[in-house]
């Protein structure tokens, strides 16, 4: 597995080693999307799913660190 394939198959909450566990039971559907999509892999994530700002800018930093 090369370095780059590494860090796409590791998730956001892997790569800032911060997990916060499952949305409250009463989670609207952006707050329950927002914590599947932490837990995705960055290497599945689709151009509709890539979230917005700084969150998009760490994971594009992580991903050229590799090259």
Same mark, same amino acid.
């Given at each position: 597995?090369? @370095? ?5 198959? &590791?998730? &956001? ?11 409250? @039971?009463?989670?609207?559907? &952006?707050? @329950? ?29 992580? &991903?050229?660190?590799?090259?």
């Amino acid at each position: 597995m090369t @370095a780059s394939n590494f860090r796409e198959s &590791l998730s &956001l909450e892997q790569i800032e080693n911060s997990y916060g566990g499952d949305p409250p @039971a009463d989670a609207t559907r &952006l707050v @329950a999307t927002a914590h599947a999509l932490r837990r995705r892999p960055i290497g599945t994530l689709e151009e509709h799913d890539a979230p917005p700002g700084s969150i998009r800018k760490t994971i594009n930093g992580f &991903l050229s660190s590799a090259e």
